[in-house]
């Protein structure tokens, strides 16, 4: 049994990956990635999402045994998030990592690209492979976004992260968590984040390789193809500083 477990949160788009495959390399850190995503059972509220992290935990035979939860993850396996967290406590030795993307239009932005291409990340063998030559243009409905299984308003899934992000924030209170922002920790230079992540866990950091580079580097006023039709849905809301990031 992994002598820690390792729950990552965060609404999707947010550097989960590059952050995970440098943890990966880590002799003492094992990361398992969205260990939701390909687990469809669960999401019909069968079989028990704390097991599978035990289960799994167990055969990696790590000190620390890492995994991410995404927003609609906790939807789609029928738990609440409050009781999800409370099964993590209750199943072992527990460390949760809140990993935030301040401007969650770009995470819209950023998912509806990858949809199009067909390419979720940009991952190579040694090194980052180079940003994106070509620029790809993508709608996005105001009034009816399909993202994350769900088609709603677009400022209907802002509030939704919103929420997200508070109820965290009012549920691990009391538990330590280490809370880290794309932005902050992440756009700039990935291994901030890596060694932070190693120093809370009492682990030294060891040299890792980045491998990944960003997908949608360019300004949302060249990706959204009717960028005037959000600006004007997000115009007097708080969200509205979104647009020019």
Same mark, same amino acid.
């Given at each position: 049994?992994?002598?820690?477990?390792?729950?990552?949160?965060?609404?999707?788009?947010?550097?989960?990956?590059?952050?995970? #495959?440098?943890?990966?390399?880590?002799?003492? $850190?094992?990361?398992?990635?969205?260990?939701?995503?390909?687990?469809?059972?669960?999401?019909?509220?069968?079989?028990?999402?704390?097991?599978?992290?035990?289960?799994?935990?167990?055969?990696?035979?790590?000190?620390? +045994?890492?995994?991410?939860?995404?927003?609609?993850?906790?939807?789609?396996?029928?738990?609440?998030?409050?009781?999800? %967290?409370?099964? +993590?406590?209750?199943?072992?030795?527990?460390?949760?990592?809140?990993?935030?993307?301040?401007?969650?239009?770009?995470? $819209?932005?950023?998912?509806?690209?990858?949809?199009?291409?067909?390419?979720?990340?940009?991952?190579?063998?040694?090194?980052?492979?180079?940003?994106?030559?070509?620029? %790809?243009?993508?709608? $996005? #409905?105001?009034?009816?976004?399909?993202?994350?299984?769900?088609?709603?308003?677009?400022?209907?899934?802002?509030?939704?992260?919103?929420?997200?992000?508070?109820?965290?924030?009012?549920?691990?209170?009391?538990?330590?968590?280490?809370?880290?922002?794309?932005?902050?920790?992440?756009?700039?230079?990935?291994?901030?984040? +890596?060694?932070?992540?190693?120093?809370?866990?009492?682990?030294?950091?060891?040299?890792? %390789?980045?491998?990944?580079?960003?997908?949608?580097?360019?300004?949302?006023?060249?990706?959204?193809?009717?960028?005037?039709?959000?600006?004007?849905?997000?115009?007097?809301?708080?969200?509205?500083?979104?647009?020019?990031?």
């Amino acid at each position: 049994m992994a002598a820690g477990i390792l729950s990552m949160f965060h609404i999707g788009r947010a550097g989960s990956t590059v952050l995970g #495959d440098m943890l990966n390399q880590h002799p003492s $850190i094992g990361w398992d990635s969205e260990i939701y995503a390909t687990k469809r059972r669960l999401w019909l509220g069968q079989g028990d999402p704390v097991a599978l992290v035990q289960r799994r935990a167990t055969l990696l035979r790590k000190r620390w +045994y890492g995994f991410e939860v995404k927003a609609f993850h906790v939807r789609l396996i029928g738990w609440t998030l409050g009781d999800l %967290v409370d099964a +993590y406590r209750a199943g072992g030795p527990a460390r949760f990592m809140v990993l935030r993307r301040e401007n969650t239009l770009r995470k $819209i932005v950023s998912t509806a690209v990858a949809r199009v291409t067909g390419r979720f990340h940009l991952a190579g063998q040694s090194a980052a492979p180079p940003v994106p030559a070509a620029m %790809v243009r993508v709608r $996005i #409905d105001p009034h009816a976004h399909f993202i994350d299984g769900e088609t709603r308003p677009l400022v209907e899934f802002l509030e939704s992260f919103d929420r997200f992000h508070g109820s965290l924030d009012e549920i691990l209170a009391s538990d330590d968590p280490l809370r880290l922002s794309y932005e902050a920790d992440i756009l700039g230079d990935p291994q901030r984040a +890596y060694r932070a992540t190693c120093r809370w866990l009492g682990e030294e950091p060891v040299p890792v %390789v980045m491998r990944f580079a960003r997908t949608t580097p360019f300004p949302l006023r060249e990706v959204i193809e009717n960028y005037d039709d959000v600006a004007r849905a997000l115009e007097g809301t708080r969200w509205a500083w979104m647009l020019g990031g």
